[in-house]
T-cell receptor
Framework: GDSVTQMEGPVTLSEEAFLTINCTYTATGYPSLFWYVQYPGEGLQLLLKATKADDKGSNKGFEATYRKETTSFHLEKGSVQVSDSAVYFCALSDNTGFQKLVFGTGTRLLVSP | IAGITQAPTSQILAAGRRMTLRCTQDMRHNAMYWYRQDLGLGLRLIHYSNTAGTTGKGEVPDGYSVSRANTDDFPLTLASAVPSQTSVYFC???????????FGSGTRLTVV
């Protein structure tokens, strides 16, 4: 079945450091790819998405590019802030009608001042 | 405010008891979903519904049931709770194309 693998956490960075969180996927067909963010005590919020190969999703300084050749969707940000501390989930949707999401295990990001 | 309301926010439940987690959305989304979130496992789909009157099983449906009597409500029932059902439960909804995928704020359930 479809699956998503993302890097183990926690990722600990200083403010203004560069962030990369790796995500790779296995899927039949052409899934849509997503990054969700979960702040402490809250539900998940969509951060960005890409629906086809070579698409770049971006939001709030975060970016991710849909790479079909490497089946990857790595999340990047050039300069992280303390307020970016959260858990980040990579996910895919198989676009077969029911929009069921398959999630990675999540990566906790801790940003210190 | 448009969105998803889940209740209760948290609950401690004795093993063997029956429990219904409530979920209501006001966005007129056709599709609704229940996920559970466990440390190290991410979110896993329990049940889903594509439209009122229909439901389907997700990745981890055992021990749970759902109903979809109307568009807005999608309750999740644990008929006889067990400690392995201790988790955070999230309800979500989307339109039929997957757009507008929205999560509720979750229910933290502890089965003792």
């Amino acid at each position: 079945g479809d699956s998503v693998t993302q890097m183990e956490g926690p990722v600990t960075l200083s403010e203004e450091a560069f962030l990369t969180i790796n995500c790779t996927y296995t899927a039949t067909g052409y899934p849509s790819l997503f990054w969700y963010v979960q702040y402490p005590g809250e539900g998940l919020q969509l951060l960005l998405k890409a629906t086809k190969a070579d698409d770049k999703g971006s939001n709030k300084g975060f970016e991710a590019t849909y790479r079909k050749e490497t089946t990857s969707f790595h999340l990047e940000k050039g300069s992280v802030q303390v307020s970016d501390s959260a858990v980040y989930f990579c996910a895919l949707s198989d676009n077969t009608g029911f929009q069921k999401l398959v999630f990675g295990t999540g990566t906790r990001l801790l940003v210190s001042p | 405010i448009a969105g998803i309301t889940q209740a209760p926010t948290s609950q401690i439940l004795a093993a063997g008891r029956r429990m219904t987690l409530r979920c209501t959305q006001d966005m007129r989304h056709n599709a609704m979903y229940w996920y559970r979130q466990d440390l190290g496992l991410g979110l896993r789909l329990i049940h889903y519904s594509n439209t009122a009157g229909t439901t389907g099983k997700g990745e981890v449906p055992d021990g749970y049931s759902v109903s979809r009597a109307n568009t807005d409500d999608f309750p999740l029932t644990l008929a006889s709770a067990v400690p392995s059902q201790t988790s955070v439960y999230f309800c979500a909804s989307s339109d039929s194309t997957g757009a507008g995928y929205t999560f509720g704020s979750g229910t933290r359930l502890t089965v003792v």
